[in-house]
Nanobody
Framework: QVQLVESGGDSVQSGGSLRLSCTAS????????MGWFRQALGKEREGVAS???????DYGDSLTGRFTISRDYAKNTLYLEMNSLRPEDTAMYFC?????????????????WGQGTQVTVSS
């Protein structure tokens, strides 16, 4: 059974940084596609970043340069480093996974989801 558990969400001021973690069980984060998504109140879930099984990374619009997705082989954990945070980054952030190396920023592409971790950025 695949389980994804996110952590690291917090309330920060504009310009601050956070690192989100997603620890997986029953799933190998190193050779499969994983992604980060976010959903703000009243908005649709959107792709933040993904990393394919062969290490190719992709980012949502306007996030390249501020956000970085990575993974730790030994800890079987996915990370999202977020810098220069803005109030519009406020959302619930979700970790997602699918079997296979190919990847996407489309939420419909993913089979497994964590419970989410809240990020709030104040101005």
């Amino acid at each position: 059974q695949v389980q994804l558990v996110e952590s690291g969400g917090d309330s920060v001021q504009s310009g601050g940084s956070l690192r989100l973690s997603c620890t997986a069980s029953g799933y190998d984060v190193n050779s499969n596609c994983m992604g980060w998504f976010r959903q703000a109140l009243g908005k649709e879930r959107e792709g933040v970043a993904s990393i394919s099984g062969n290490g190719f990374t992709d980012y949502g619009d306007s996030l390249t340069g501020r956000f970085t997705i990575s993974r730790d082989y030994a800890k079987n954990t996915l990370y999202l480093e977020m810098n220069s945070l803005r109030p519009e980054d406020t959302a619930m952030y979700f970790c997602a996974a699918r079997h296979g190396a190919a990847c996407s920023l489309d939420p419909a592409y993913f089979n497994y989801w964590g419970q989410g971790t809240q990020v709030t950025v104040s101005s």
